[in-house]
């Protein structure tokens, strides 16, 4: 472990500032194009996409089935992207609200999880599994041990533990003894056991806007794993090939051990909590530093350039061909917007009911200063009850007495019943051609509508129209 490595060719340099570049321009992509919509930005801990590589990278070439990941929010986008091998066109059409079709509403983009395909920069490749995480942050961890010790177990090969685990790069770390010491100490249980799970803290010193003195006892936000004897690697996430070398050493132990090892990568959120926010409100000493410093991937280029280990043509290369390759993935994806189906016709469950089809809404009429019609929009946009009580088949060419009701919310989400006077020949409720016993709010308001005061009320030859 204290071993000098040998120092990266220039092939290794060339694929860490692809990966960082990647990273960054993703990120800034989505910034331009995409003004003002949440997706949690990595910006800040780039290195944590070449660091994730090189796992997966020792992975394929020790023949491991597959690489399972367990994450949160923070920068889920960017690992589906660069390394689970989901398709940037995917994601843009996500942000243009297109979830493709017959799939419902789905989640929320940067909660969902895909099954891809990792393959290393000299060919070898192994399986890559992100879990989805529609909760919060670590609910996701004992979940994913889960999944892979299922999947440990499906493939008959126990001393082998061919599916290695990735807990979810976390925002603040192991913060929660209860999470955190949960999580681990279950797994040298023979029963529970997956052969090592890599914890991976994208620690950017901040969690929403509470400060880390404010936020635990501990020094160090990994002193939590130092109650299950795990090794803790601390590392700059300034550096991208320090964070690959501790990640090749993470692997390898995890390897050799089979226990959990705990990477602590230091940086910054350049950002808010999401793209909304103005994190210079809460914290403004550290943000006036974090304006002022340059990128990661604007460092590390320098720093190459400087060390004649690339070029600064090779370098910008780089920069350009990954824009480009973006910019062609933006521009499908909106001549695909352009003659896909209306978003509704792609969701299930927005079919009109039964007793709409074929109605007119009704479009005149008042009740207490409200259109009818409006109210009946409002209802059934806000997912309100639209209720009509009507008798059972009459005559051909003629309607049996009945009563109408219309249920709806009104601007507030209070429950509103737009009430009418029931015909007087109605009948007792149950009676022939009295649709039945109404439930008892809409009966207390056909009493109340046969009261001798004077009230305005709906006539039922208006909903009809």
């Not at 060339?14 to 992509?29: P, Q, S, V, Y």
């Not at 370098?315 to 933006?330: I, P």
């Not at 009230?455 to 909903?463: G, S, T």
Request: glycine letters at 10%; charged letters at 30%; aromatic letters at 6%.
């Amino acid at each position: 472990m204290e071993t000098p490595r040998e120092p990266f060719d220039k092939a290794e340099l060339t694929h860490i500032m692809d990966r960082l570049n990647a990273a960054e321009a993703f990120e800034t992509f989505l910034q331009t194009k995409f003004v003002g919509q949440k997706r949690f930005s990595l910006e800040g801990g780039e290195a944590v996409i070449p660091m994730l590589d090189t796992v997966s990278h020792g992975a394929a070439h020790e023949g491991l089935d597959e690489v399972a990941i367990g994450m949160s929010h923070r920068g889920r986008l960017n690992v589906l992207s660069n390394l689970a091998g989901k398709s940037y066109g995917q994601i843009f059409q996500e942000f243009e609200g297109n979830y493709g079709e017959k799939l419902g509403s789905g989640d929320v983009k940067y909660h969902l999880g895909t099954e891809g395909t990792y393959t290393s920069h000299d060919g070898k490749s192994t399986k890559v599994y992100l879990a989805a995480n529609p909760s919060h942050l670590e609910a996701v961890n004992p979940v994913l041990e889960g999944i892979v010790r299922a999947k440990q177990d499906r493939l008959e090969r126990p001393e082998e533990f061919p599916v290695a685990a990735g807990a979810p790069p976390r925002r603040r770390g192991l913060r929660r003894p209860g999470r955190g010491h949960g999580d681990a100490e279950p797994l040298r249980v023979r029963g529970y056991r997956t052969g090592g799970t890599i914890h991976v803290i994208i620690n950017n010193q901040i969690g929403f806007t509470t400060a880390p003195d404010s936020s635990r006892s501990s020094f160090y936000s990994t002193d939590v794993a130092k109650s299950t004897q795990s090794p803790i690697f601390h590392v700059n996430g300034d550096d991208p090939e320090a964070c690959v070398r501790v990640a090749e050493i993470a692997f390898e132990y995890r390897q050799k051990f089979h226990r959990d090892v705990v990477i602590d990568m230091v940086c910054y959120r350049r950002r808010g909590h999401n793209e909304g926010d103005d994190p210079s409100m809460t914290q403004p000493e550290m943000y006036k530093l974090i304006n002022e410093k340059a990128s990661t991937r604007k460092q590390y280029m320098e720093t190459l350039v400087e060390r004649g280990d690339l070029t600064e043509e090779e370098t910008e290369g780089l920069v350009r061909n990954f824009q480009e390759h973006l910019d062609e993935a933006f521009a499908s994806t909106r001549s695909d917007a352009a003659s896909a189906k209306p978003a509704e016709a792609n969701v299930q469950g927005l079919d009109l009911p039964e007793a709409r089809r074929g109605r007119r809404r009704a479009r005149t009429g008042r009740h207490r200063g409200r259109r009818v019609g409006r109210g009946a929009d409002r209802a059934g946009a806000c997912g309100g009850p639209r209720v009509l009580h009507r008798p059972p088949q009459a005559a051909p060419g003629a309607r049996a007495p009945h009563a109408d009701v219309l249920a709806g919310r009104d601007r507030l989400g209070l429950r509103r019943v737009a009430r009418f006077r029931l015909p007087a020949d109605a009948g007792p409720p149950g009676a022939p051609g009295r649709p039945g016993l109404a439930p008892r709010h809409l009966r207390a308001a056909s009493q109340r509508a046969d009261r001798p005061r004077e009230r305005r009320h709906l006539d039922p030859a208006v909903l009809s129209q």
